[in-house]
């Protein structure tokens, strides 16, 4: 996709392949995204009861769409080394983050920064679990020949669920929130199921369209 104004103020630009630059960042970008806000939480009441829900998980599932893509179109080998580098980044903004926080004057840019270098190393096992989930069923899901639409969501779907029942109660128990665990996770598990449903049936329509129009 070619943006002529962009031309003008960036420069020319390659003329194909900008997937291999484009997705990796935006991976990035949504990884990094979950890592700051995962500790914010907004807690709402259903019936009476408590329903915490992590900012930062709302736009994870994301991030198992676009190495699902990756692996799609550039290989298993291109995804893994896009997640190696997003989480490599992702930690890089984080220490930067914590270290020029504690050293300015500002006091709320430390409250912001001061919880990421403990969410890495959960990150590191929570990215590293549902990578591996992710990947490996994905690939076993195209060699038993399943359509685009099921090795999306399958694969997704099981990597979000397998790190919800872990990563909601450890930001409740950080954030001292002793109620509602089986609701939050349950909510949680079932807005993934739903937003991975849609995200999936857009890039399998979109891939399809791709396939019979080139």
């Known amino acids: ?19 291999r630059i484009f997705l ?6 949504v990884l990094s995204s979950t890592t700051l806000l995962f500790f914010n939480h907004k807690t709402i009441l259903i019936f009476g009861y408590p329903l915490h829900l992590s900012m930062g998980l709302i736009v ?4 198992f769409t676009l190495t699902n893509i990756m692996q799609e179109l550039y290989g298993k080998l291109f995804a893994n080394t896009a997640v190696r580098y997003g989480f490599l980044c992702d930690t890089l903004l984080v220490f930067i983050a914590f270290v020029l926080s504690n050293l300015g ?3 709320d840019y430390f409250t912001v920064y001061k919880d990421p270098p403990t969410i890495m190393v959960m990150t590191f096992i929570f990215l ?26 399958i694969s997704s779907v099981l990597a979000e669920t397998s790190i919800s029942i872990i990563s909601i109660p450890t930001m409740m128990w950080k954030n001292n929130l002793t109620n509602g665990v089986f609701l939050s996770v349950l909510f949680i598990v079932l807005y993934k199921v739903i937003s991975t449903f849609i995200l999936s049936v857009i890039i399998s329509v979109k891939m399809h369209w791709n396939t019979h129009h080139q």
Not at 1 to 15: L, S
């Open 1 to 19: 996709m070619r943006f002529k104004i962009f031309d003008v103020i960036f420069g020319e630009t390659i003329d194909s392949g900008h997937g």
């Open 24 to 29: 990796p960042v935006l991976f990035c970008i």
């Open 60 to 63: 994870f599932p994301l991030t």
């Open 105 to 107: 004057e500002r006091q």
């Open 128 to 153: 590293w679990m549902s990578t591996l989930i992710n990947t490996i069923m994905f690939e076993k899901l195209k060699n038993w020949g399943k359509s685009t639409f099921a090795r999306f969501f």
